[in-house]
């Protein structure tokens, strides 16, 4: 890939990376330098692109890759207490947001297993799309969105057992 071209690709796409890496790691700095070197590596493994996928597609699971690669290499990692910039989609929102603590909300969701965890960062945080999240995760958009919806049953049942509990 030339240089004309990797700049097209990036100011295409570099937004749309971002954005994803932030709804992971909820850090800008975090995200920018994922973000960069995303690009890089596509550079490195543009031979390897064979078209099969959305180019964002690609990016992103090569985002996801180094934001895993990065977890593994980062032993003491702690969420932020409240970075929720943009409203979560409803009725998701009017549940969780009712919390007192924005830290319990993220407590919350990172105790979900896989994939419930990531499919809420994607779209209550990171703003996805149903289409969009079963694309990066090379699922289908109903899986998305039953994926979704379970994740939002196991917040819901979670925080009616602590108020019981309380």
């Not at 954005?19 to 890089?40: G, V």
């Not at 985002?63 to 207490?81: D, I, M, S």
Request: overall charge neutral.
């Amino acid at each position: 890939m030339d240089n004309e071209n990797m700049e097209a690709l990036y100011a295409e796409y570099s937004q749309a990376v971002y954005r994803y890496l932030l709804s992971l790691c909820h850090s800008a700095q975090i995200a920018e330098e994922l973000t960069q070197e995303t690009f890089y590596r596509a550079i490195l493994s543009s031979n390897r692109y064979n078209g099969n996928c959305k180019v964002s597609v690609w990016l992103c699971q090569i985002a996801k890759h180094l934001w895993y690669q990065h977890l593994r290499k980062e032993k003491n990692r702690t969420l932020p207490l409240c970075s929720i910039s943009e409203p979560l989609t409803a009725p998701l929102e009017t549940q969780l947001m009712e919390q007192e603590n924005c830290h319990d909300l993220y407590v919350a969701i990172h105790a979900l297993d896989e994939p419930y965890r990531e499919v809420v960062y994607l779209r209550a945080l990171g703003g996805l799309t149903f289409r969009q999240i079963g694309m990066v995760l090379g699922r289908s958009e109903t899986w998305a969105r039953v994926t979704f919806f379970r994740a939002k049953k196991q917040l819901m049942e979670r925080r009616q057992s602590y108020e019981t509990e309380l």
